[in-house]
């Protein structure tokens, strides 16, 4: 069987020498969490073999799984398929990531992989060595060790990640050996010094590292470091293994002391100096210094690289590299430049063109002092002369010419020669879009690994070894900004007392963040400030109020909220600020700030101090939102009551005309209404009324319990304000969100509380949706600790309501509820009646969600085999509409439904499914359910360590929870001849 062959693919290709990374037609791909990306790692470096189960999890978890370990296993790699297959359609076999036998195997193209692409060059080294072309062997060599961008499978876990990230890890020492080794051959010793002590101090005991050292010393005239790296080595090794040096290190050392005349390369023969003349001035070289810690960027250095040593044709190269300020233009462009100088052998130009500040450089005076450096002692005054003179003396030359800092295009334009050959090398903060053919590269801010490892360098790896955690935590609060890091490090660096969680805590602060980054005349604030100062009046107040929103990024809808214009204009602003890289757009229609170009702009609100504008700026947004979420509430469950609103939005919101357009909406916007609602926390009443409104309306839709604590610090904000104003209405709907959230997050006794407070603040007579909605969430609360007589008051009152204001949806979705209690009850024939009369009206409906709610309710009321299709049909509802907590709810009982039936495998694997979505949501309730009946089912397969375990898990949840189901498991254990656990009271 050949397992090789590899079916058509879209553009992906897979990093795994570095972080572990993947891109689908040059888009990032969210590979999800460590442990499945460990799982996607396993099969990469596989290369299309079959990997079994077994093997798989043994690869993740080594000897110690977990009880769900299959389950967890095909929910990654079901994960890893929707990620790498996104265009698959539902029920299409994958064509990359398929099952093969008892296990999978991924097929992608062989090239996808970048580890397959420097065993490809580091072969074609070998070959290349092997006859004699060492120019070549160099040039191979450079290019695969460029692929590495950090250390293998960086944060990977696993024990096979661990053995496979040792495994890499001396393939790219190896290779570092033999690229030195080839630039030794060409001539390259200066050049490799540098890399040299960098790779003698991290493998201290690999002699040839030692051995190659001391030759790059010696050809560079540094003989008495060259024989101390020897004596170094030698009582190195003595002290730490008890040996002296090996061969070839000790013969090294002879002919270094004998200056043996083979260690030279052969001299270059000097040019013929010209006697009918003066001699020509020395090639100008004004680079300024490389820095000895450059990190990352590996794929744009060898970019940038290959763009201008391929500097020939009919124009002149021109590259410009923007970015923001403290992103690491100039340090990039410095490295580049120094690593492609000698493919310009006529010299090198700098100049800083101070474009971020008040008084930008004047080209005239930029081309006297070019002029001057190429021999030119008496230039001519005009600009358009001594751009002529200047573009006449390169013509015949090959230069690099590096425009650092430049404002715009017109004042690098006279900057640049006339003919092919120079190239020349411009950095901005904006884009230099105006100059024909130039290549633009947008440098961001570092990866996190690459962060972290200039941070190390400045600050010592042994401190940041010490305390990874606290050390990433440092680098997180920089936004991975090259300035930033440096500025934090070389702090901390001069500050030996201070440990580095001692940073952390300092950076941790918002507030005070800015003030930490800055070190004598650096300072984070300053640099994002001369951007700032460059800003138009309308462009800056933008900048500002797009700030107010602690967003990841905003729409473009929103933003025109927030800045009160039309979307046209809005977009024209948003794009102003990109240009000047104060803003990012890496999706049209969608803007984001780096962190601290959020905290700067957010710090400008507070100096300029206009309450009433930001003010009306965030009521203008949830003015779009509010509508816009009861426009989805209305796509996804037609016909279904929503609650009163205490405002009245004068905007018809967002269309959303389908139940997908809104899911999709809702999905896609989660994080920005949190937001929107948070910016309201300190203002007025009426922000805060509109805040709860949108609460009320979202949760109303997707209860999602992993928002819980952020959303709980709101409300009890939002409730304590409204308490201080005597705001009874607007309590009413703090209470009843509150308690929502607190069901969903099984609080079940705070959830009951929030909602008697909700109904108390509400007049007892009023048929109001709301009013309808507390008794209704307050009947199941009791009802799920296990008061159902108490229950049964609140569900009629709710339905009571419904008649009166609801429809025909509300009411079904009333009776499911109600079907429950009455089955609590002992009123089995009552209950299964209801339940069946709910499902046969959301049936008329087109109402997907209420549907699926009823078909629940049915199975649980059933509770036996019969229960078992209803429960898969809601199950593939709750999936289709992306709800995972019900989708977990709902695993749990079709798992109890197969038991009934005698389905104990089925049952098992719906249980472990449940389990995993259940510890994903952090649903306590659920992970009850879900060990309860995987221990039943484990138990009937004949596992009872396992089986056993996961009824004393269920039983603690449900005792802390203070659940009926705690008895029943309880005697599930006392069956086994095992006494039960001990129960400690509810919270």
């Given at each position: 069987?050949?397992?090789?062959?590899?079916?058509?693919?879209?553009?992906?290709?897979?990093?795994?020498?570095?972080?572990?990374?993947?891109?689908?037609?040059?888009?990032?791909?969210?590979?999800?969490?460590?442990?499945?990306?460990?799982?996607?790692?396993?099969?990469?470096?596989?290369?299309?073999?079959?990997?079994?189960?077994?093997?798989?999890?043994?690869?993740?978890?080594?000897?110690?799984?977990?009880?769900?370990?299959?389950?967890?296993?095909?929910t990654y790699v079901s994960r890893?398929?929707?990620?790498?297959?996104?265009?698959?359609?539902?029920?299409?076999?994958?064509?990359?990531?398929?099952?093969?036998?008892?296990?999978?195997?991924l097929r992608i193209p062989g090239d996808s992989l970048d580890l397959t692409r420097f065993e490809q060059l580091s072969a074609e080294a070998a070959a290349a060595r092997a006859s004699g072309d060492k120019p070549g062997t160099h040039?191979?060599?450079?290019?695969?060790?460029?692929?590495?961008?950090?250390?293998?499978?960086?944060?990977?876990?696993?024990?096979?990640?661990?053995?496979?990230?040792?495994?890499?890890?001396?393939?790219?020492?190896?290779?570092?050996?033999?690229?030195?080794?080839?630039?030794?051959?060409?001539?390259?010793?200066?050049?490799?010094?540098?890399?040299?002590?960098?790779?003698?101090?991290?493998?201290?005991?690999?002699e040839r590292l030692r051995e190659l050292l001391m030759l790059a010393l010696y050809r560079c005239g540094r003989q008495a470091e060259a024989l101390g790296v020897y004596t170094d080595t030698r009582k190195l090794l003595i002290d730490e293994l008890g040996v002296e040096p090996g061969a070839g290190l000790?013969?090294?050392?002879?002919?270094?002391?004998?200056?043996?005349?083979?260690?030279?390369?052969?001299?270059?023969?000097?040019?013929?100096?010209?006697?009918?003349?003066?001699?020509?001035?020395?090639?100008?070289?004004?680079?300024?210094?490389?820095?000895?810690?450059?990190s990352g960027r590996t794929d744009l250095v060898s970019d940038l690289s290959t763009v201008l040593m391929n500097a020939t044709g009919q124009a002149v190269v021109v590259t410009s590299l923007a970015g923001i300020g403290g992103v690491g233009k100039t340090t990039l462009a410095?490295?580049?430049?120094?690593?492609?100088?000698?493919?310009?052998?006529d010299g090198q130009l700098y100049v800083d063109l101070r474009g971020a500040g008040t008084s930008p450089a004047d080209p005239v005076a930029v081309l006297g002092d070019f002029l001057h450096a190429l021999g030119v002692t008496d230039s001519p005054d005009s600009l358009e002369q001594r751009s002529a003179l200047y573009r006449s003396l390169l013509a015949s030359r090959r230069m690099l010419i590096l425009l650092d800092n430049a404002r715009d295009a017109e004042q690098i334009r006279p900057l640049i020669p006339g003919v092919s050959g120079s190239?020349?090398?411009?950095t901005s903060r904006s884009r230099l879009a105006g100059i024909p053919g130039a290549q633009l590269f947008d440098v961001e801010e570092l990866t996190p690994n690459e962060a972290l490892a200039l941070f190390s360098a400045i600050v010592g790896e042994q401190r940041v070894a010490a305390e990874p955690e606290a050390a990433m935590q440092v680098v997180t609060a920089c936004g991975f900004l090259p300035l930033a890091v440096r500025i934090a490090a070389a702090r901390l660096a001069s500050r030996p007392r201070w440990s580095v969680s001692d940073l952390a805590r300092r950076l941790a602060d918002q507030r005070r963040r800015l003030d930490e980054l800055q070190l004598g005349n650096l300072a984070v604030e300053t640099t994002i400030g001369l951007g700032y100062g460059q800003l138009s009046t309308d462009e800056a107040r933008a900048f500002r109020l797009l700030a107010l929103i602690d967003s990841p990024d905003i729409p473009l809808p929103a933003?025109?909220?927030?800045?009160?214009?039309?979307?046209?204009?809005?977009?024209?602003?948003?794009?102003?600020?990109?240009?000047?890289?104060?803003?990012?757009?890496?999706?049209?229609?969608?803007?984001?700030?780096?962190?601290?170009?959020?905290?700067?702009?957010?710090?400008?609100?507070?100096?300029?101090?206009d309450t009433e504008e930001q003010e009306q700026a965030v009521l203008r947004l949830l003015d779009l939102l509010i509508p816009t979420v009861r426009n989805a509430a209305e796509a996804v469950e037609p016909d279904d009551p929503l609650p009163e609103l205490l405002t009245t939005p004068a905007s018809p919101g967002l269309g959303l005309p389908t139940s997908r357009s809104a899911q999709d909406w809702l999905r896609t916007e989660g994080t920005l209404l949190l937001s929107a609602v948070e910016a309201t926390a300190n203002g007025s009443g009426t922000l805060q009324r509109a805040a709860v409104d949108l609460l009320n309306l979202l949760f109303s839709l997707d209860p999602d319990p992993t928002r819980g604590p952020r959303v709980r610090r709101i409300l009890e904000t939002i409730g304590r304000a409204a308490e201080r104003r005597g705001d009874s209405a607007g309590l009413a709907r703090v209470y009843f969100a509150l308690g929502t959230l607190q069901s969903v997050t099984s609080d079940f006794q705070e959830a009951e509380q929030s909602l008697r407070l909700s109904l108390d603040h509400q007049a007892p007579d009023a048929p109001t949706v709301l009013r309808m909605a507390a008794a209704n969430t307050l009947g199941w609360t009791l009802s799920v600790g296990n008061r159902p007589a108490e229950a049964l008051p609140f569900l009629e009152q709710a339905l009571a309501?419904?008649?009166?204001?609801?429809?025909?949806?509300?009411?079904?979705?009333?009776?499911?509820?109600?079907?429950?209690?009455?089955?609590?009850?002992?009123?089995?024939?009552?209950?299964?009646?209801?339940?069946r009369d709910g499902v046969a009206v959301a049936r008329t409906s087109e109402n997907g969600p209420l549907l699926a709610q009823t078909l629940y309710q049915l199975g649980v009321v059933l509770s036996t085999g019969e229960a078992v299709p209803h429960l898969r049909e809601a199950h593939q509802l709750f999936q289709s509409q992306q709800n995972p907590l019900w989708e977990g709810y709902t695993l749990a009982r079709l798992s109890s439904a197969l038991l009934a039936s005698g389905q104990h495998g089925e049952a098992s694997e719906a249980a472990e499914e449940s389990l995993v979505i259940a510890q994903e949501l952090d649903s306590a309730y659920c992970q009850g359910l879900a060990n309860a009946t995987l221990g039943e089912a484990l138990l009937a397969l004949a596992q009872p360590a396992r089986g056993l375990a996961c009824l004393r898990e269920a039983h603690a949840i449900f005792t802390r929870l203070g659940v009926p189901e705690a008895s029943p498991v309880a005697d599930l254990i006392s069956q086994q001849h095992t006494e039960p656990p001990p129960s400690s009271p509810a919270p």
């Amino acid at each position: 069987m050949e397992f090789r062959k590899t079916p058509p693919a879209p553009a992906l290709r897979f990093q795994v020498l570095g972080p572990v990374q993947a891109w689908l037609d040059g888009k990032p791909l969210s590979l999800g969490s460590p442990q499945q990306q460990a799982i996607l790692t396993a099969l990469l470096l596989h290369s299309g073999r079959p990997v079994t189960t077994q093997d798989l999890v043994d690869s993740l978890w080594g000897d110690r799984p977990p009880a769900q370990a299959v389950a967890a296993l095909r929910t990654y790699v079901s994960r890893l398929r929707a990620v790498i297959e996104p265009r698959r359609e539902v029920r299409t076999p994958a064509a990359l990531l398929i099952s093969v036998a008892d296990g999978y195997a991924l097929r992608i193209p062989g090239d996808s992989l970048d580890l397959t692409r420097f065993e490809q060059l580091s072969a074609e080294a070998a070959a290349a060595r092997a006859s004699g072309d060492k120019p070549g062997t160099h040039r191979l060599l450079t290019q695969a060790l460029e692929l590495f961008s950090g250390r293998p499978l960086t944060g990977i876990p696993g024990p096979y990640a661990e053995v496979q990230r040792l495994r890499l890890a001396e393939r790219q020492v190896a290779a570092s050996e033999e690229l030195c080794t080839a630039a030794l051959d060409i001539g390259l010793h200066a050049e490799i010094v540098g890399e040299l002590n960098t790779l003698t101090a991290e493998h201290p005991l690999r002699e040839r590292l030692r051995e190659l050292l001391m030759l790059a010393l010696y050809r560079c005239g540094r003989q008495a470091e060259a024989l101390g790296v020897y004596t170094d080595t030698r009582k190195l090794l003595i002290d730490e293994l008890g040996v002296e040096p090996g061969a070839g290190l000790s013969a090294m050392h002879a002919r270094i002391l004998a200056a043996d005349p083979t260690l030279a390369l052969p001299a270059v023969p000097a040019p013929a100096s010209r006697e009918d003349g003066p001699a020509a001035p020395p090639a100008p070289a004004q680079l300024p210094a490389d820095v000895s810690d450059f990190s990352g960027r590996t794929d744009l250095v060898s970019d940038l690289s290959t763009v201008l040593m391929n500097a020939t044709g009919q124009a002149v190269v021109v590259t410009s590299l923007a970015g923001i300020g403290g992103v690491g233009k100039t340090t990039l462009a410095v490295h580049v430049a120094h690593r492609v100088r000698g493919e310009f052998p006529d010299g090198q130009l700098y100049v800083d063109l101070r474009g971020a500040g008040t008084s930008p450089a004047d080209p005239v005076a930029v081309l006297g002092d070019f002029l001057h450096a190429l021999g030119v002692t008496d230039s001519p005054d005009s600009l358009e002369q001594r751009s002529a003179l200047y573009r006449s003396l390169l013509a015949s030359r090959r230069m690099l010419i590096l425009l650092d800092n430049a404002r715009d295009a017109e004042q690098i334009r006279p900057l640049i020669p006339g003919v092919s050959g120079s190239a020349v090398l411009a950095t901005s903060r904006s884009r230099l879009a105006g100059i024909p053919g130039a290549q633009l590269f947008d440098v961001e801010e570092l990866t996190p690994n690459e962060a972290l490892a200039l941070f190390s360098a400045i600050v010592g790896e042994q401190r940041v070894a010490a305390e990874p955690e606290a050390a990433m935590q440092v680098v997180t609060a920089c936004g991975f900004l090259p300035l930033a890091v440096r500025i934090a490090a070389a702090r901390l660096a001069s500050r030996p007392r201070w440990s580095v969680s001692d940073l952390a805590r300092r950076l941790a602060d918002q507030r005070r963040r800015l003030d930490e980054l800055q070190l004598g005349n650096l300072a984070v604030e300053t640099t994002i400030g001369l951007g700032y100062g460059q800003l138009s009046t309308d462009e800056a107040r933008a900048f500002r109020l797009l700030a107010l929103i602690d967003s990841p990024d905003i729409p473009l809808p929103a933003a025109a909220a927030l800045l009160g214009a039309n979307e046209y204009t809005a977009e024209d602003l948003a794009e102003a600020l990109v240009e000047a890289n104060m803003l990012e757009c890496f999706t049209p229609g969608r803007y984001r700030y780096h962190d601290l170009l959020r905290l700067y702009a957010q710090r400008q609100n507070e100096r300029i101090g206009d309450t009433e504008e930001q003010e009306q700026a965030v009521l203008r947004l949830l003015d779009l939102l509010i509508p816009t979420v009861r426009n989805a509430a209305e796509a996804v469950e037609p016909d279904d009551p929503l609650p009163e609103l205490l405002t009245t939005p004068a905007s018809p919101g967002l269309g959303l005309p389908t139940s997908r357009s809104a899911q999709d909406w809702l999905r896609t916007e989660g994080t920005l209404l949190l937001s929107a609602v948070e910016a309201t926390a300190n203002g007025s009443g009426t922000l805060q009324r509109a805040a709860v409104d949108l609460l009320n309306l979202l949760f109303s839709l997707d209860p999602d319990p992993t928002r819980g604590p952020r959303v709980r610090r709101i409300l009890e904000t939002i409730g304590r304000a409204a308490e201080r104003r005597g705001d009874s209405a607007g309590l009413a709907r703090v209470y009843f969100a509150l308690g929502t959230l607190q069901s969903v997050t099984s609080d079940f006794q705070e959830a009951e509380q929030s909602l008697r407070l909700s109904l108390d603040h509400q007049a007892p007579d009023a048929p109001t949706v709301l009013r309808m909605a507390a008794a209704n969430t307050l009947g199941w609360t009791l009802s799920v600790g296990n008061r159902p007589a108490e229950a049964l008051p609140f569900l009629e009152q709710a339905l009571a309501i419904g008649r009166v204001v609801g429809t025909a949806i509300g009411e079904a979705r009333l009776i499911s509820n109600i079907a429950r209690v009455q089955n609590r009850l002992g009123m089995t024939e009552t209950a299964i009646r209801s339940a069946r009369d709910g499902v046969a009206v959301a049936r008329t409906s087109e109402n997907g969600p209420l549907l699926a709610q009823t078909l629940y309710q049915l199975g649980v009321v059933l509770s036996t085999g019969e229960a078992v299709p209803h429960l898969r049909e809601a199950h593939q509802l709750f999936q289709s509409q992306q709800n995972p907590l019900w989708e977990g709810y709902t695993l749990a009982r079709l798992s109890s439904a197969l038991l009934a039936s005698g389905q104990h495998g089925e049952a098992s694997e719906a249980a472990e499914e449940s389990l995993v979505i259940a510890q994903e949501l952090d649903s306590a309730y659920c992970q009850g359910l879900a060990n309860a009946t995987l221990g039943e089912a484990l138990l009937a397969l004949a596992q009872p360590a396992r089986g056993l375990a996961c009824l004393r898990e269920a039983h603690a949840i449900f005792t802390r929870l203070g659940v009926p189901e705690a008895s029943p498991v309880a005697d599930l254990i006392s069956q086994q001849h095992t006494e039960p656990p001990p129960s400690s009271p509810a919270p």
